[in-house]
């Protein structure tokens, strides 16, 4: 509460605290100085967590790395593209996602994403004729219509990696989203659902996909064997491929630990926190929220909306300002100087075809942060002060 009684504009920055549990595992790993995920024969952290994450998502293989980014390129790599190969990816999606692409000595083909954040698919279709693969980012954890994506990939025989960085816990048709691809890729970063300030991994189903992206992620010599599974294939690909080095190191692994056991719980707040809001922001005629495709069942941290009907970028930028002053900060994607999820920003690719229907969503598309553990009241905070700014800078 602020002094006056009324209640304080939420802080929707901080990230989560770290559970217990972990500080113990810490102290232990401290103390040993065990820290190099393959100094110990077996049970090291990192390899108790790819155990467990495999797991959890239902994958037979996965491999924890130091970023999304990471996982992102290995991925790529592991795929065995020619150089040059044309990646498709959306045209809404972080700068880490380009990125990957051209670290991997690929051409990212960026593809229109509609008002409700979800690929094109028109655009996908018309675009897919060239492309060897095809890299879907569930920005914000908003899945696109993966049905008619695979269908229109496997028909081709074109693989799909899953930057399911921020889809933790997403599901499509009772899938879990990563899983749907051939390589899911997510991220432990201290925005995402599990925490662990840097980290990421990715989870695959093919033994010579996992097996490539063991050994660049930097498991030379005989540290493969510390990879359960598929040992032929390793033997095959050991020092025939380049080292990149991206291993997560076991303090990582020991943070995000405790964390798999709430994820449930975590996905089903998160929820409840988003269509709490999201119901409040559809009721204000200035405010759109996009409903899900009817596949998906959602995990989100953050919320999305539209500003719909007349809205000029100044009045856009008032209703910042608005909900500022009230305590609440909102990003108009497209209208917050140099933001990474503007594609006009990603000035290392080059030039770029424009992509009108997504810079039209950008540029009236706005971004708020939900943390889980955001009270009820908190939800009601923000929600009427989004409201109220939006009427403040209509009137
Ligand atoms: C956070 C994020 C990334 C990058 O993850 P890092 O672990 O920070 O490399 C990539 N894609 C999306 C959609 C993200 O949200």
């Known amino acids: 509460m602020a002094p006056d009684g009324q209640i304080a504009a939420p802080n929707v920055y901080d990230a989560e605290p770290i559970p217990l549990a972990a500080r113990d595992e810490i102290e232990r790993l401290l103390t040993s100085g065990d820290l190099f995920r393959y100094t110990a024969p077996e049970g090291a952290p990192v390899a108790l967590l790819e155990q467990e994450f495999a797991d959890l998502l239902g994958a037979r293989y996965a491999l924890a ?104 816990g997403t599901t499509w048709n009772g899938r879990n989203i990563g899983t ?86 975590r996905v089903a707040k998160g929820r409840f926190n988003h269509d709490h809001v999201a119901a409040q922001l559809n009721a204000c005629d200035w405010i759109d929220v996009p409903p899900p495709l009817a596949p998906e069942l959602r995990a989100p941290d953050s919320i999305q909306f539209n500003l719909t009907g007349d809205w000029t970028d100044s009045e856009a930028l008032e209703f910042q300002h608005q909900a500022k002053r009230r305590g609440v900060h909102v990003q108009v994607f497209g209208l917050s100087e140099g933001n990474a999820r503007a594609f006009w920003n990603w000035q290392f690719l080059g030039d770029q075809p424009d992509l009108p229907h997504t810079r039209a969503m950008l540029m009236r598309a706005c971004d708020v942060r939900l943390p889980t553990r955001l009270t009820r009241d908190d939800l009601d905070y923000i929600a009427n002060a989004i409201v109220d700014a939006a009427m403040a800078a209509k009137t």
């Open 65 to 168: 790395v130091a970023s999304c980014s990471a996982a992102l390129f290995l991925s790529l790599k592991a795929l065995d593209l020619p150089r040059g190969a044309r990646v498709l990816i959306p045209a809404f999606t972080f700068a880490a996602v380009p990125s990957a692409v051209v670290h991997a000595d690929c051409v990212p083909v960026l593809v229109e994403v509609g008002s409700n954040y979800r690929v094109d698919m028109a655009d996908f279709e018309a675009k897919l004729h060239d492309a060897q693969a095809v890299m879907i980012s569930h920005m914000r954890g908003h899945t696109s219509d993966m049905d008619a994506i695979m269908a229109l990939c496997d028909a081709r025989q074109i693989p799909v990696i899953e930057d399911a960085a921020h889809s933790l």
């Open 180 to 265: 749907i691809g051939k390589v899911g890729c997510f991220s432990f970063q201290s925005y995402k659902l599990v925490n662990a300030g840097e980290g990421g991994i990715l989870i695959t189903d093919d033994p010579e996909i996992a097996a490539r992206a063991v050994i660049m992620s930097g498991a030379y010599e005989s540290n493969w064997k510390k990879h359960p599974g598929m040992q032929n294939s390793y033997m095959l690909w050991q020092n025939k491929l380049p080292l990149y080095n991206m291993r997560m190191q076991n303090l990582s692994a020991a943070v995000i630990r405790p964390q798999l056991p709430l994820v449930a719980e």
